[in-house]
């Protein structure tokens, strides 16, 4: 199953309007936007600013939210955290 990476960051906005997302000694994550490269097993690239600010327990709320929506019970996903370059003051 193909998403658009549209669909995507409509429930990526969603969910990190319900719940926050983390942050440490000040910094907050900032996810920048979610695409779909793959659908064999359904693969999820995430641009944040600070990968090490996406903790695993955010990730798998993400993750949940995605497969409530999109009906992806029971199916393996893989998720791949990148940070994207350049100044995010």
Do not use: C, W
């Amino acid at each position: 199953m193909r998403i658009s990476t549209g669909m995507l960051n409509d429930v990526l906005a969603y969910a990190t309007t319900r719940v926050q997302p983390p942050s440490d000694k000040g910094r907050r994550l900032k996810i920048y936007y979610m695409t779909q490269p793959s659908t064999k097993p359904p693969t999820f690239v995430t641009f944040v600013n600070r990968a090490d600010l996406f903790h695993f327990s955010y990730r798998r709320y993400i993750e949940n939210q995605i497969r409530a929506t999109f009906g992806l019970e029971g199916t393996p996903v893989r998720f791949i955290v990148r940070e994207r370059g350049g100044n995010d003051k």
